[in-house]
């Protein structure tokens, strides 16, 4: 995707961390921005603040695990603009479920899946028939996570499990555009094994209703205290990744027509590799790590 001026983006989850330093990073290159989040308040104070730098930019509350609220999401966002050419689907929640995959209750595994997972199938249900209808040049960009899409953490069970689902329908989704030489590309977004201050960690705290447990759950909630302390046991140190980076690295990804979007890091080259050299030589997956 080449050309950013006037033209229209649309990205969930768009109120905080990543999605918000995406919001920022495309109204920067002129582009008119859909802000899309499920809470109103800190999603109005992002309309606020891109406005107030000269940005044309409108917010709708929008719950990517209903597909009525995506589809709404699309209608307000061609009301407002005549058109969408860039599809960020970025929001995700961490969980909050540590732990043995079958201590999990089916609340903790619905949560995680109808946001991470299905929250990127709705996007994509809703916008690229219109996309496509439109026949202009467009970009779908799908975060994902090394935790999952590269190698699974063991104790993050549902996160990794989601993001692996992530990952693979973004492969399907780049392999079928280019099947019918659509003039849409698409990307799959690895934020980096560094880029923790996002709020997927806090998620947990604004689990909807409908998710919430009967009983108190077997495993405690990560936090971000907890998962620098495992960190450093297993011998890494801490040291963040600014999101601005992720949205810099997300727009020349989208720029040059990249699938894989991750920054350049050597731990992750490592797994990559090692996971690779398990694969072919058949052999126990010692690039598993657990923190």
């Not at 406005?51 to 044309?56: L, N, T, V």
């Not at 595994?109 to 946001?115: A, I, Q, R």
């Given at each position: 995707m080449e050309h950013f001026e006037g033209r229209v983006a649309v990205i969930t989850g768009g109120a905080g961390g990543i999605g918000r330093a995406l919001a920022e990073r495309f109204a920067e290159a002129a582009m008119k921005v859909v802000v899309a989040d499920l809470f109103p308040e800190p999603l109005?104070?992002?309309?606020?603040?891109?406005?107030?730098?000269?940005?044309?930019?409108i917010g709708?509350?929008?719950?990517?695990?209903?597909?009525?609220?995506?589809?709404?999401?699309?209608?307000?966002?061609?009301?407002?603009y005549g058109a969408v050419h860039l599809l960020c689907n970025n929001a995700g929640v961490g969980a909050g479920a540590e732990g043995k995959m079958w201590e999990?209750?089916?609340?903790?595994?619905?949560?995680?899946?109808?946001?991470?997972?299905?929250?990127?199938i709705h996007g994509i249900k809703a916008f690229v028939p219109a996309m496509l209808e439109a026949g202009e040049e467009g970009h779908i960009v799908n975060t994902s996570s090394g935790n999952g899409g590269v190698a699974p953490i063991p104790n993050t069970a549902i996160y990794a499990t989601?993001?692996?689902?992530?990952?693979?329908?973004?492969e399907v989704l780049y392999g079928q555009l280019r099947s019918i030489d659509a003039l849409i590309g698409a990307s799959v977004l690895f934020p980096g094994p560094k880029v923790l201050r996002?709020?997927?960690?806090?998620?947990?705290?604004?689990?909807?209703?409908?998710?919430h447990n009967d009983h108190p759950r077997m495993t405690?909630?990560?936090?971000?205290?907890?998962?620098?302390?495992?960190m450093r046991a297993a011998g890494m140190e801490p040291d963040y990744t600014p999101v601005e980076a992720v949205a810099e690295e997300t727009f020349q990804g989208v720029r040059d027509g990249r699938f894989w979007i991750l920054p350049a890091s050597e731990q992750t080259d490592k797994t990559i590799q090692a996971r690779s050299r398990s694969m072919l030589e058949r052999s126990l997956p010692k690039y598993l790590r657990s923190f």
């Open positions: 109005d104070a992002t309309v606020a603040e891109l406005r107030a730098c000269g940005h044309e930019v709708v509350v929008a719950d990517v695990s209903d597909f009525a609220s995506v589809e709404a999401l699309r209608d307000r966002a061609y009301d407002a999990h209750t089916l609340n903790d595994w619905g949560w995680g899946l109808s946001v991470n997972v299905w929250g990127v989601t993001k692996a689902a992530v990952t693979t329908l973004s996002t709020g997927l960690l806090e998620s947990s705290g604004k689990r909807p209703s409908h998710w405690a909630h990560t936090t971000i205290a907890s998962f620098e302390e495992r």
